[in-house]
């Protein structure tokens, strides 16, 4: 509780935990997107053979979106999120890796197989997340939750942009966004789990809404975000 016994600290962490996952989805997209041109002529790709190594990426989140409502629904929100965020993660190393120090194809598209596997469910998750918590206010966050979102891509994007014109290496510069991003997660979950020793209406809410989630009841906004991130490829 807070210090008036209403619950607001609590409220407040879980908003930061919700928008900062969010925001590290955007940075994780759009980091290794603005780089495409310089995986491109580093791995010496036409773009046909480029297309064909993004298509990896593409197959794997539309199999991730696919079975992301089993996932959520056996793991809870807050699990699938640290499980699908750490192979984001990873896929970004193994792309940074693969490009600048190995030249290899194969395990640059290793890589975007795992950031497409993990960044579809995390962004389900989110989504379940943000709407639980959305139900247990009463009031409405998911639009500022995806505002977030696009506050994080745009980041990234600029990020992206500064690296390319100064030349920076693919692997440092996807690398130093893949830790951001795992700082922004591994932040968002110390903070909500100091956040659970308040028992409160709130957090009372907030936990029913989470666990009596179905895939076929869930609100339609929470499948937006995974399908608009395979819709960009």
Sequence with gaps: ????????????????????????????????????????????????????????????????????????????????????????????????????????VLVTAVGMLLFGLGSATWNVASNVEGTALETAMGRSIMPLMHAFFSIGTVTGAVVGSIATAGGVAVVWHVGAMALVMGLLVDLGQLLVSRASSHEDELDTKWRQARTSWHPLSTPASVPLSPCLTVMTF
């Design 1 to 104: 509780r807070g210090k008036d016994g209403s619950g607001r600290e609590p409220a407040r962490i879980k908003f930061s935990e919700v928008y900062g996952w969010a925001a590290a989805s955007g940075i994780g997209i759009s980091a290794w997107l603005t780089r495409i041109p310089a995986i491109s002529e580093r791995l010496e790709l036409g773009p046909a053979a480029m297309g064909a190594l993004l298509l990896t990426q593409t197959i794997a989140a539309f199999a991730s979106v696919s079975t992301s409502g089993m996932t959520v629904m056996r793991l809870g929100a807050k699990r699938s999120i640290a499980v699908t965020a750490s192979m984001v993660v990873m896929g970004m190393i193994l792309i940074g890796v693969g490009v600048s120090v190995f030249g290899s």
